[in-house]
C-alpha cells in the first residue's frame, strides 16, 4: 500500500523533471558541446542479469543487528523493471536512472517516516485511501481503453457499410460573395467661417459610420447579387469570372479567393454547408448564408467514394474512441454535487467576464 502511494509521487516528480532548463550560450571562442536532448536516448546494452543487483541501498537494512557494510538492502534488475513497468511501461534509459534515484531516497525516508510513527496519522490513512482509489480508478480506464481498442476488420468493414456516404470526398467550385457592399464615409465638413487657432490645422472632413438603413441596403444589395451570380452559375458560366464580379460588386480591391476546392469531405464544412456533398456532377447549389456572414455558391465539379483500405485506420479510431467514450459515460454521469456547500456549477473554459467588461468580438465573421 506504501508503495503505490509513493509511486504516483515518484512519477509526477519524473514527469515534472523532463522540462529542460533553459540552455546557456557557448561563450565566446568556445566549441559548443550538445546538448542532453539532442543526444539519442537509445537504450543501452544490458550486461546484467535478472537477478544481479542494479540499486543498493547502503544503511538501509531490514536486521537491526547489521552494521557497517552489511546493513544494506539490494534490488535486482527484474525488481526494478517490475517497479518501472507498473509506472509506465517501455520507460526511457534516462527516466529510469531518475526513478531508481528517487526510488532509493524514498525508499530511505518512507523508513524513518515509520519510525517515527508517521503512517499511523489520520491523514496518512486518508492520502493512502485516496491513492488507492485514484490508481485503480487509472487501472479501469487502462482496461477499457485496452477493450476499446479491440477492433476487429469486420467491424470496420460494417462501419464503413452504414456509413459510405461519410467517405466521399468532392471537389468543387465555391463562389464567395460578401455580406455587404462597402459603404463610402460619409464627410463632415466644418462650418463656413471657421478659423484654426494659432498653429492649429484646419479639419476639413471627418468620417461617420454607416447608418443602420445605410447597413440594411448594403446587405441586401449583395443578397441581390448573390442570387443573380447563382442563377448565371446555372446556365454555366465560368465561376472564377463571377467570383471576380462578386468583389467588383462588393467595391472589394485585392485579388479574389480562389474557386478551387478539391478533395473535400462532408464533415470539413461548416453543417449549414453539408447538403452540398448531394449535389450531383454539374449541379450548382442554392446560396447558402451563413449567420450574420457571407454567401456561398457551390458547384460539384465531381465526386468519388474512398476505398476502405484507405479509411481504415481512421475507421478504427473512430469505433475505438466511442466505444472508450461510452464506457465511461456511466462513471462520469449520476454524480450530483451540493451547491450550496460547492457554489454554482461553471464552465472551466469560460470564466466569468469582470464587471463592466464588453463581450469580444466575434472572430468568425467576415470583415466586408
Not at 500500500?1 to 515534472?16: K, N, P, S, V
Not at 542494479?54 to 531490514?62: D, E, F, H, S
Not at 527516466?95 to 530511505?108: D, E, F, N, P, S
Request: proline letters at 10%.
Amino acid at each position: 500500500m506504501r508503495f503505490q502511494y509513493l509511486a504516483c509521487l515518484m512519477l509526477a516528480g519524473l514527469a515534472y523533471g523532463q522540462t529542460a532548463p533553459p540552455a546557456t550560450p557557448p561563450a565566446a571562442g568556445a566549441k559548443a558541446e550538445p546538448s542532453a536532448s539532442a543526444v539519442p536516448n537509445k537504450a543501452p546494452e544490458i550486461k546484467t542479469g535478472p537477478d544481479d543487483p542494479v540499486i543498493t541501498l547502503k544503511g538501509l537494512c531490514a536486521d537491526s543487528t547489521q552494521q557497517g557494510d552489511a546493513c544494506k538492502t539490494v534490488i535486482t534488475r527484474a525488481q526494478f523493471e517490475k517497479i518501472a513497468d507498473a509506472l509506465q511501461p517501455g520507460m526511457p534509459p534516462a527516466m529510469r536512472r531518475q526513478l531508481a534515484t528517487r526510488y532509493g531516497w524514498a525508499l530511505k525516508m518512507s523508513v524513518a517516516a515509520e519510525k517515527r510513527g508517521l503512517d499511523k496519522t489520520p491523514a496518512f490513512e486518508e492520502k493512502v485511501r485516496s491513492a488507492r482509489i485514484q490508481i485503480l480508478a487509472q487501472e479501469l480506464i487502462n482496461a477499457l481503453r485496452e477493450d476499446s481498442n479491440k477492433v476487429t476488420d469486420a467491424d470496420v468493414e460494417d462501419y464503413y457499410k452504414k456509413n459510405t456516404s461519410s467517405y466521399e470526398q468532392a471537389t468543387f467550385a465555391r463562389i464567395f460573395v460578401p455580406r455587404a457592399k462597402q459603404i463610402p464615409p460619409s464627410v463632415v465638413t466644418p462650418k463656413a467661417g471657421a478659423k484654426a487657432g494659432t498653429g492649429t490645422a484646419i479639419k476639413t472632413s471627418a468620417s461617420q459610420p454607416p447608418t443602420a438603413a445605410q447597413q440594411k441596403a448594403a446587405e441586401e444589395a449583395m443578397t441581390r447579387v448573390a442570387d443573380d451570380l447563382r442563377a448565371r452559375a446555372v446556365k454555366g458560366e465560368d465561376p472564377d469570372k463571377l467570383q471576380e464580379e462578386a468583389y467588383t460588386a462588393a467595391g472589394l480591391t485585392g485579388n479574389p479567393p480562389s474557386t478551387k476546392m478539391e478533395k473535400v469531405r462532408g464533415a470539413a464544412l461548416p453543417a449549414n454547408h453539408r447538403a452540398v456533398m448531394d449535389l450531383k456532377p454539374g449541379e450548382v447549389s442554392k446560396v447558402v448564408s451563413d449567420p450574420n456572414g457571407p454567401h456561398y455558391i457551390y458547384k460539384l465539379v465531381g465526386k468519388e467514394t474512398l476505398a476502405l483500405d484507405a479509411v481504415k485506420p481512421e475507421i478504427r479510431s473512430l469505433i475505438s474512441s466511442q466505444r472508450f467514450r461510452d464506457s465511461m459515460q456511466s462513471f462520469q454521469s449520476g454524480i450530483d454535487l451540493n451547491d450550496a456547500y460547492f457554489g454554482p456549477s461553471r464552465n472551466p473554459a469560460m470564466p466569468p467576464a469582470p464587471k463592466g467588461a464588453k463581450p469580444p468580438a466575434r472572430q468568425d465573421e467576415d470583415p466586408d
